[in-house]
């Protein structure tokens, strides 16, 4: 099946700070990728879908200038988590739809976020 | 809205038992459903999926039934194996929708022993 890769896998750090996470599909173009958010115990909740070449749509309750979202290619989204807090640390996953076809998703395997 | 309800675990079987994990949606529309697989360290996994009433997604020995009249897809294995330990999401996607986003259950961790 095609491939997602997200980097880092697991990151640290210090309250303040920003953050970015890439997503890339490596072997398709994605015109639409999505952005999940996991909590211990929890299912997966979707943050914002990101359009190549336009701005991200966000679910109800996500800051968009705290959860910065470009897609700025066929292959690559990033999400900057701006001036991050303790209460920012989760599981951040993205998949990817394959342009083409409706129904099928490739995920990412995740990025650990720590903030301290 | 759309919303997806899976049972909770976890669920601890030994090797070669009978899996049943239950799964039943809400959603406007006729949705896709699928069973997703999220191995430990790793991203999730596609691990079955249907498309329309009475269809029945299978792979690896899992299978799954569309049932529009009891909402619900729940994924059964007759013989677990030890690698089958997992956490298993199950999900809908509305073709209609403008996006197809997936809208995901909690999650049931598996633990198979041997």
């Known amino acids: 099946g095609a491939v997602v890769s997200q980097h880092p896998s697991w990151v640290i750090c210090k309250s303040g700070t920003s953050v970015k996470i890439e997503c890339r599909s490596l072997?398709?173009?994605?015109?639409?990728m999505f952005w999940y958010r996991q909590f211990p115990k929890q299912s997966l909740m979707l943050m914002a879908t990101?359009?190549?070449?336009?701005?991200?749509?966000?679910e109800q309750g996500v800051e968009k200038d705290k959860f910065l979202i470009n897609h700025a290619s066929l292959t690559l989204s990033t999400l900057t988590v701006t001036s991050a807090h303790p209460e920012d640390s989760s599981f951040y996953i993205c998949s990817a739809r394959v342009q083409g076809l409706s129904t099928e998703a490739f995920f990412g395997q995740g990025t650990r976020l720590t903030v301290v | 809205g759309n919303s997806v309800t899976q049972m909770e675990g976890p669920v601890t079987l030994s090797e070669e038992a009978f899996l049943t994990i239950n799964c039943t949606y809400t959603a406007t529309g006729y949705p896709s459903l699928f069973w997703y697989v999220q191995y430990p360290g790793e991203g999730l996994q596609l691990l079955l999926k249907a498309t329309k009433a009475d269809d029945k997604g299978s792979n690896k020995g899992f299978e799954a039934t569309y049932r529009k009249e009891t909402t619900s897809f729940h994924l059964e294995k007759g013989s677990v194996q030890v690698s089958d330990s997992a956490v298993y999401f199950c999900a809908l996607s509305d073709p209609l929708g403008a996006t197809n986003k997936l809208i995901f259950g909690t999650g049931t961790l598996l633990a198979v022993q041997p």
């Open positions: 072997d398709f173009q994605a015109t639409t």
């Open positions: 990101s359009n190549e070449g336009s701005k991200a749509t966000y």
